[in-house]
């Protein structure tokens, strides 16, 4: 089928509605892709169901005309998984935003996956509950794209990732059929899990459209501290020690590297949180039930100096000073403003490793990239490690730069990507974080579930793979 002129909108008109329907011609530019910057191109059209049947019925026209589908939720992945290409048709489930019930007895909630993670933790609050995963973008990020591309962000400590939070799943199937895996049930060994081949898969599989979360009870008092180390060895020791004396209550464990502390306090302003910019910093974030959970903390700072685990902390007192503390792992908000088109990496490493990966990181760039500037932090308390190169795309190296960081992350038996996706960036580094055996067990997934390759095709797996468009 040759462009838009050639689709039937009248038929599209007639079952989806007027609200239901965007020609591909009144599809506004910034709707082809996604945060990424991946340049994505016209779709077809753009479909919007507002229910399940409706989702249904559009993949089952589809497919019987062969029209590759290209599923997108809040748009803010940062891999390239929602963006679009030429000849294809966007499906939007934006209209789709319910939260179908919330049951605070059992802690559970059954949501539409249009919804943004934002209208989940509301949700959760005004019942007295906490939803475990949360990330800067909750605002505009879908219930849909956090499942399909297994988000972590902040929580994963106490809670986990995305996937450890859904108990069930609702999924359309290429061809149009409905996957009703909803039973609210943690206990049902009946064969195998199909939701989770559908969490992380990327929309390569199948849509998501509603979602079955657990929640957890809400955490009543925080405590604050950033504590400076002068070499990595200490932090996993740090960490661990913590957790021993606060079970179940560190919900945060970031990592700042002095270059990234520099970059900081230069963008941010206010005074450096200690006399002597140490080699790192760690942002430990406390949660609890207790009203005296910031005394805990403290005792456990207290030993944690004796053990040697921690050279100087900063103890917030207030909301404000928390608040302070905060603003420098947040400067990362300040990346499009002051870095100049970076290569950003999002990887994960055995956190044993993780000081060892980051200095090898630095050393080998200074060899092949002169000239560039590199930040390294993370979350580091969950093996993810984040790293922005700076001046690769002026210098004209972008891919060179690419090419020595996950030669390093293979090198130290890491995977190229920890919360972000595949998409379009990654999967030409995908073989270094998976084997032959793998790739070629999600090949034959792809083909039996999609044997016309038409669900978000190009991403994830290479175009040359079974699963790309064929026909």
């Known amino acids: 089928m040759d462009g838009a002129a050639a689709l039937p909108l009248d038929e599209l008109l007639a079952r989806l509605g007027p609200a239901g329907v965007v020609p591909g011609a009144a599809v506004p530019p910034a709707q082809w892709s996604d945060w990424s910057g991946e340049a994505g191109e016209r779709p077809l059209v753009q479909l919007r169901p507002a229910s399940t049947e409706e989702v249904a019925w559009a993949l089952r026209w589809c497919h019987a005309r062969r029209l590759p589908v290209v599923p997108q939720g809040g748009r803010t992945g940062l891999a390239g998984g929602a963006a679009l290409r030429a000849g294809a048709v966007a499906l939007s489930l934006e209209r789709m935003a319910v939260i179908d019930w919330i049951d605070p007895v059992v802690r559970l909630l059954q949501v539409q996956a249009g919804a943004t993670l934002q209208q989940v933790h509301d949700a959760a609050e005004a019942a007295g509950l906490a939803f475990g995963v949360d990330l800067g973008a909750r605002g505009s990020c879908q219930v849909g794209g956090a499942v399909s591309t297994n988000a972590g962000g902040h929580g994963v400590l106490q809670h986990g990732m995305m996937r450890e939070q859904v108990l069930g799943l609702e999924v359309v199937l290429a061809d149009g059929e409905v996957l009703p895996m909803l039973r609210p049930m943690p206990k049902n060994n009946t064969g195998v899990d199909l939701k989770h081949l559908f969490i992380g898969a990327e929309g390569t599989l199948g849509i998501v459209t509603r979602a079955l979360l657990r929640l957890h009870p809400r955490a009543e008092a925080r405590a604050t501290a950033l504590l400076a180390l002068h070499d990595y060895a200490q932090a996993p020791a740090l960490l661990a020690a913590l957790q021993a004396r606060l079970p179940g209550a560190v919900a945060a464990f970031e990592l700042m590297w002095r270059d990234f502390l520099e970059a900081a306090l230069d963008w941010r302003g206010g005074p450096p949180p200690f006399a002597a910019l140490p080699p790192l910093c760690a942002l430990v974030d406390v ?15 207290e030993a944690a100096f004796a053990e040697g685990l921690a050279d100087d902390a900063v103890l917030a007192h207030t909301e404000a000073q928390a608040r302070a503390l905060w603003r420098l792992r947040e400067a990362t908000a300040e990346f499009p403003a002051r870095l100049h088109d970076p290569v950003n990496f999002d990887v994960a490493l055995p956190m044993r490793r993780i000081g060892d990966f980051a200095e090898a990181c630095l050393q080998a760039l200074d060899a092949d990239v002169p000239g560039h500037r590199s930040l390294r932090f993370g979350h580091v308390g969950d093996g993810n490690l984040h790293l922005s190169t700076d001046g690769a795309s002026v210098l004209g190296r972008r891919e060179r730069v690419e090419q020595v960081v996950y030669a390093q ?22 073989a270094l974080s998976r084997s032959p055996a793998e790739l070629a067990a999600m090949r034959r997934l792809k083909q039996a579930l999609d044997p016309l390759g038409l669900m978000n095709p190009g991403k994830l797996l290479d175009a040359a793979d079974p699963g790309s468009l064929q026909g």
């Open 287 to 301: 949660q609890g039930p207790r009203a005296d959970v910031q005394a805990a903390l403290q005792q456990a700072l």
């Open 409 to 430: 992350v293979a090198a130290f038996e890491g995977s190229v990507s920890a919360e972000h996706g595949i998409g379009l960036h990654k999967k030409a580094w995908l």
